[in-house]
């Protein structure tokens, strides 16, 4: 789907989170169930520790679990309003270089917007994001509790 590629999402983020942008996260990937966003560490979003400030960690994470939920949403045809209500964060190693953020729960909002828009009744979930280095190394992981509700 176009709107959902990863220039427009790149896009959006220039015009609709300029924050994102400009702090050097880009959408990599995206299908229904993952999505992936990259950061590398520079001056524009470190923090005073020489690593990446956990602000952008934390925005690059939330990225990747919104727009899974943006793109089924659009998917469904349907107006449903979408919102984070709660996050949790670890941060386990000192992020450098570039930093690659995952979610694979994808599968987790096919069922939340059925129930929403069956019951008309706001439905929350949680989703998972991990961030990792270079080599492979976990440096940090986020829990994201979404709320989503039919618009009618």
Partial sequence: MARF???????FLLF???????SGIRVR????????ATVRHQWINQNPFQSLY???????????????VMK????????????????????????????????????TIEAAIQKTLKTGEGVTFE????GFNEANESVSNF???????SKG
Avoid: R
């Avoid at 659009?74 to 690659?100: D, N, Y």
């Fill in 54 to 68: 956990w602000a952008t960690q934390g925005m690059a994470s939330e990225l990747v679990t919104g727009i899974l």
């Fill in 16 to 22: 609709k989170l300029p924050s994102a942008y400009f």
């Fill in 5 to 11: 590629s990863t220039k427009n999402l790149n896009k």
């Fill in 127 to 130: 989703m998972y994001a991990e």
């Fill in 72 to 107: 089924q949403i659009h998917e469904s045809g349907k107006k449903i309003s979408m919102l984070v209500s709660h996050q949790t964060g670890t941060f386990t190693k000192k992020a450098t270089g570039k930093i690659t953020f995952i979610c694979k729960d994808g599968a």
């Fill in 29 to 36: 990937s995206i299908s229904t169930t993952e999505a992936t």
């Fill in 143 to 149: 829990t994201y509790t979404w709320s989503i509700k």
